[in-house]
Nanobody, 125 residues
């Protein structure tokens, strides 16, 4: 069993920055892909970013966040981060961390087996 706990959400102004963290526990993460998804009110959960735990740190981003968001990880802390810059009001959502085994990079929510409860991000204009 894998437990994921997100933190770092909150209120930010447009153009500002936030850093989300996701602490993972319960299993060895040497071959796990980690992802971030978000869900705005009335919308489906959508892919934001993903990172492989294999060497090379392969990453993938949604077009809407490319150049503004950066996903990174700290293997020693079993933690994955989402650095969010140049925030926009449309980034407002509940952000969820997700995990799955495998060394690839996965961008579809149905491919992930484990999910955190989410952290709210609100961006004001």
């Amino acid at each position: 069993q894998v437990q994921l706990v997100e933190s770092g959400g909150g209120l930010a102004q447009a153009g500002g920055s936030l850093r989300l963290s996701c602490a993972a526990s319960g299993r060895t993460f040497s071959s796990y892909t980690m992802g971030w998804f978000r869900q705005a009110p009335g919308k489906e959960r959508e892919f934001v970013a993903a990172i492989s735990w294999s060497t090379g740190d392969s990453t993938s981003y949604a077009d809407s966040v490319k150049g503004r968001f950066t996903i990174s990880r700290d293997n020693a802390k079993n933690t994955v981060y989402l650095h969010m810059n140049s925030l926009k009001p449309e980034d407002t959502a509940v952000y969820h961390c997700a995990a799955r085994s495998g060394v690839g990079v996965y961008i579809t929510r149905h491919e992930y087996a484990y999910w955190g409860q989410g952290t709210q991000v609100t961006v004001s204009s």
